[in-house]
């Protein structure tokens, strides 16, 4: 990757529109939407098109898609392109959480390159998209540049490597000296990911050649896409921009009503006021009122 800033990776139940928006705002590369199960997507649920559903403003438009079946998993790919028109498919082939893995799903392709392959070359066929792919750096055993090699021939265009493997879920560190080596193996990029929570975090990684996704470490700071970038963002500037999300957040889930939304704030709201003193993090998740949280946000952020 050329050039510096951050990718924002997606989180779910964090990274929702409101949040990829603000993060764009801030000069995230790109945005990747949250995890939508194939399967949830063909059967017509509600949940899966709401996640589905871009935000107006984003220009990024990656939606994320995971299933075992590949011939599923293509299915839902064009559904997907045929309502939103996304620019990219990003496929997830990384996540560890046992009610994914015990489908066939997510890291379990890990497992089974050539399962993978299939789903990659599927996608493509089915909507002409790019199409990306998460992964770690195996399930139990290390496997990722067998696996990468495998999904750059199936026609991925991009890779997105969290430096672990699936069995350490997000216990110890990120191991980027093994992104490195899938970067060197393939020819398409690779984006690694993993305890990137400052800036210098970023720099170090970037000096590795590497290009730098980011989640957890832009949790209650969006900013970080411009500090990364070399942009300062003063205090006022990050109050500013924590109302902003607020007020993009209720926008976004005003159908469900204001109760309801400030309840699915909370997660951002903690940490927004992650250096707060503890009585008053205490006292702003309580609140049930949004302009009382936007004061809070106001007056705490970033301190």
Known sequence: MDGEGAVLAPMA??????????????????????????????????????????????RSR????????????ARAAALAYGRVRPRAIDLNMGCPMPKVTVRGA???LLDDPERAARMV???REATGLPVSVKLRLGFAQVNAVEMARRLEQAGAALLRVHGRTAAQRYGGRADWDRIREVARAV??????????????????RRAMGLGVAVARG??????????VRGEPVPARLRREAAQQHLRLHLDWYARRGEAWALRAFRGHLKA?????????????????????????LGAWTGV
Request: hydrophobic share 50%; aromatic share 8%.
């Open 13 to 58: 139940g964090f990274t929702d529109a409101a949040f990829r928006v603000v993060a764009e705002r801030f000069g995230a590369l790109w945005t990747v939407g949250e995890m939508v199960m194939a399967g949830s997507l063909l059967r017509g649920s509600a949940e899966a098109r709401a996640l589905l559903q871009p935000h107006p403003e984003e």
């Open 62 to 73: 990656v939606v994320q898609l995971a299933g075992a079946d590949p011939d599923e998993v």
């Open 106 to 108: 997510g890291a379990a």
């Open 121 to 123: 070359a599927g996608v």
């Open 187 to 204: 020819r398409i990029p690779v984006v690694g990911t993993g305890d990137v929570r400052t800036v210098e975090d970023y720099r170090a």
């Open 218 to 227: 832009a949790a209650g700071r969006p900013w970080f896409f411009a500090e």
């Open 272 to 296: 927004y006021l992650g250096a707060a003193p503890a009585p008053v993090r205490a006292r702003a998740l309580a609140l049930e009122r949004a302009d009382e949280v936007a004061e809070v």
